[in-house]
């Protein structure tokens, strides 16, 4: 017996031939209706713009005469940059050389308006800065220099240590200069860094507009005084001491016109009294009643530490009580003084050691060590 063959293996060859046909039929029938039932996607590819092929141009032929003279004109133009590049460079040179120099001359002018912007801080917060000013005014004026009258102090300080031939334009900007790092209240150890930074241009810029702005100092200055004296007539309601004596005595003790007086006396503290010894007494030795110009000299001094706002001081008095607005005053005042005797004794005591150092650039190493030390002892 034959054995029977698996289906699918091998076509059975009895199956006659006309009986597939309709089948193959079907299937194509089918994949037509198929296709035409699926919308072909048409896609199309954005052909590629080709550049035109750069082609080098054979130099055009020339006789030997004008190849000649072509070749002279070359070399002449080559002759030319040549002669243009090397002189160009020089005088590049030039320029850098001349930009150091500038460079080095605005830092030594710098430090030589740093030590005139010292002196004119000092100056102005002393109570001789109106006999100072007077008697540079008659220096200038021996020197041939006629001083106007409306010539301001910082301007005097210019004109005396730039000479009197200096340029008007250069004694104005320089003055300002002076004048904005009063304004700003610039440390005179950063005068240079802090000019440098903002530029003569800017300075001046900055003043012209606060000139249109704010008062004269004269008239700031009246109002500081304002400012001073309304603290001393809150302050009169609780006195530091208080002094009982009859009015012919009082009539000596105090000044006949704003009533103020002068005292003078010393602090004591002493131990061993129990738990009272951290008390100190205060001796009063001696009460003077001082002159008119002894008087303005004094609430002067005082207004020149709160001149520069003294409009945060003028707007406070309406918004807290009178008492603790006297107090913040009061404290201010007693914070300037004690910052401005500690720049006097920093100060003494650095001219002191520059008698001392043999080179002045070791004494500047001295200062700056000093200070570094100062620092990191107050950051412990």
């Not at 060859?13 to 089918?30: D, E, F, H, Q």
């Not at 021996?142 to 000479?163: E, H, M, P």
Request: proline fraction near 3%; aromatic fraction near 8%; include cysteine.
């Amino acid at each position: 017996m034959t054995p029977k063959l698996p289906i699918g293996n091998k076509p059975n060859t009895k199956v006659k031939k006309g009986k597939l046909k309709p089948v193959i039929a079907a299937k194509k029938k089918n994949t037509r209706k198929m296709m035409g039932s699926v919308k072909k996607k048409t896609v199309t590819y954005k052909s590629k713009k080709q550049l035109p092929a750069v082609i080098e141009s054979l130099p055009i032929k020339l006789n030997t005469e004008y190849e000649e003279r072509l070749a002279e004109w070359e070399a002449k133009e080559s002759d030319k940059e040549s002669f243009i590049n090397v002189w160009a460079l020089k005088l590049n040179t030039v320029r850098k050389k001349v930009q150091n120099l500038n460079k080095q001359y605005q830092k030594i002018l710098y430090k030589q308006l740093q030590d005139a912007y010292e002196v004119y801080d000092n100056v102005m917060r002393s109570e001789y800065d109106d006999d100072f000013f007077a008697e540079l005014r008659s220096v200038l004026y021996q020197q041939g220099f006629k001083v106007q009258n409306n010539t301001s102090d910082s301007a005097l300080i210019i004109r005396f240590v730039f000479g009197v031939d200096t340029t008007n334009k250069t004694v104005h900007d320089y003055s300002r200069a002076l004048d904005g790092a009063r304004y700003d209240a610039v440390e005179v150890n950063k005068f240079a860094q802090w000019l440098e930074r903002k530029t003569i241009t800017k300075v001046i810029e900055e003043q012209r507009a606060i000139k249109k702005e704010i008062q004269t100092p004269a008239e700031r200055l009246s109002r500081a005084r304002r400012v001073i004296l309304r603290m001393i007539e809150i302050r009169e309601t609780k006195p530091i001491i208080k002094h009982t004596t009859i009015e012919p005595n009082a009539r000596q003790m105090i000044g006949k016109n704003f009533g103020l007086c002068v005292m003078l006396g010393y602090a004591y503290r002493k131990f061993g009294r129990g738990d009272d010894g951290m008390k100190v007494d205060i001796n009063l030795n001696l009460l003077i009643p001082p002159s008119l110009d002894l008087e303005v000299t004094i609430i002067d001094k005082l207004a020149r530490y709160i001149i520069h706002d003294v409009e945060k001081y003028e707007e406070n008095l309406d918004r807290v009580e009178a008492e603790h607005w006297a107090d913040e005053v009061w404290e201010r005042l007693i914070a300037s003084s004690i910052d401005e005797v500690t720049r006097n004794k920093e100060y003494w005591a650095n001219r002191q050691q520059a008698a001392l150092a043999e080179d002045q650039n070791e004494f500047i190493k001295q200062v700056k060590e000093r200070k570094r030390l100062k620092k990191i002892s107050n950051s412990i």
